[in-house]
């Protein structure tokens, strides 16, 4: 039996398309059905939220963090984003050390954030692959993934070349860095080949898992996420990438303003932030929360990150609030907190907008998310309460614990 959902009354803001006063969204089995006016037809058996007076928004998508693989809180024992043994680390996964309890989970709620791409962190040259979760839900981390071939996370820059260089191994110096990326490429490469003509003879071929992975990214399955702050970095991102032909994305993107008409000319996005750090490393020297609103300006599709734990992912829209004080249009930083990271990560054929077809994950606000006062009211992932009022007396918001969405009492009963 189809389950329906209906927020009605809301100033319903579909980022992709125009706002609407006294909007309806409809939801049928997790997948919104309807977006629309005050018009819009409701099924007799949906689940109807009045939203008047309050701003109807898609979940926000966070494009880089390390959500459950660095657990806020935890220290040494919660830390599992680097695995710093090996520089060419494509066949570790993000995905193997997320644990779903992490306290961040709720704060990703309570900032409306109901999807998070989860990256290995950046001591290594290559880190390992990806995944895009949504941030509620699941009995176990597998039932919240949203797409397990998002991309990998490639580092360059000081934090690679301390981590080995410190160990008196290659790489410690930038040409180390980048040598490290070439000689990968190529034995994924020449591993492709292999693999194409051991298939065109019928005979067997021996599986190498990095070697497989970068090959995907040379394939265009994979996206090359690149860590990089400072424009001599960025600049060898762009060199390496148009040397083997893969699809790059900019993280962090520090001091991309100063080649943001490179960067906008070659189609390349940048996933900016995080904002609210101090300089603590030369590459960021040059920090400043405008340069987003510069690299912007220049016509480059920007997405905006916590970094979470390096700030709390439950920031992400303060971020954003802090960039349009700096000249960012607001436009342009609702969309960096939704339909451009969705887009940039090939995740907008199910989330960032409120669209037919997409999924059900939209978010509640008091007022408009980015006012300083706004507050997340109610939370759905795939047309399902995960933030709801406490009680009908009580309209304080409450995190529906994992177990309820099960039919559970408690996780024992």
């Known amino acids: 039996m189809t389950e329906f959902l209906a927020i009605t009354g809301g100033y319903v803001v579909p980022v992709s398309g125009e706002p609407i006063q006294n909007g309806t969204v409809v939801v049928a089995d997790g997948v919104i059905s309807a977006v629309g006016g005050p018009g819009t037809p409701i099924p007799d058996d949906a689940r109807v939220v009045d939203a008047s007076g309050r701003w109807v928004v898609p979940g926000f998508v966070e494009a880089h963090g390390h959500l459950g693989v660095h657990e806020d809180g935890e220290g040494w024992s919660g830390n599992d984003t680097n695995e710093m043994t090996d520089p060419n680390g494509a066949r570790f996964r993000a995905l193997d050390g997320i644990d779903i309890e992490e306290i961040g989970f709720r704060d990703a709620l309570r900032g409306g954030v109901t999807t998070a791409v989860i990256k290995p962190g950046s001591g290594n040259p290559i880190g390992g692959r990806t995944v895009a979760l949504k941030t509620w839900g699941g009995r176990t981390v597998d039932e919240q ?52 003509d051991s298939a065109a003879k019928g005979e067997p071929f021996a599986r190498n898992l990095t070697d497989e992975t970068l090959a995907a990214v040379l394939d265009g399955d994979l996206v090359w996420d690149q860590h990089c702050h400072r424009h001599d970095d960025i600049a060898t991102a762009i060199r390496i990438a148009e040397e083997f032909g893969y699809d790059l994305v900019i993280n962090h993107g520090t001091e991309g303003h100063k080649i943001a008409d490179v960067l906008a000319e070659k189609g390349i996005p940048v996933i900016f932030g995080p904002l609210l750090t101090s300089r603590s490393k030369v590459e960021l020297r040059d920090r400043a929360i405008g ?10 599709k920007v997405a905006i990150t916590t970094d979470h734990p390096v700030v709390p992912i439950e920031q992400l829209r303060l971020q954003a609030i802090l960039a349009v004080r700096e000249g960012l249009p607001a436009k342009t930083a609702l969309e960096a907190l939704t339909v451009n990271p969705a887009s940039i990560l090939r995740l907008d054929s199910r989330v960032g907008a409120l669209e037919e077809g997409l999924d059900g994950d939209i978010v509640v606000w008091s007022a408009d998310p980015l006012a300083i006062e706004s507050e997340v009211e109610q939370v759905f992932i795939n047309g399902r309460p995960a933030i709801e009022p406490t009680a009908a007396d009580d309209p304080t918001p409450r995190i529906v614990d994992r177990w309820e969405r099960f039919g559970r009492n408690s996780w024992i009963g």
Do not use: H, M, W
Request: charged letters at 25%; glycine letters at 6%.
């Open 145 to 196: 993934v949203l797409a397990l071939d998002v991309s990998v996370k490639s580092a360059l820059g000081e934090n690679p070349k301390r981590v080995y260089g410190d160990k008196k191994q290659t790489p410690s110096t930038r040409l180390g860095v980048a040598s490290v990326l070439r000689d990968a490429f190529v034995s994924a490469r020449n591993y492709a080949d292999k693999r194409a």
């Open 291 to 300: 340069n987003l609103a510069l690299i912007a300006a220049a016509g480059v």
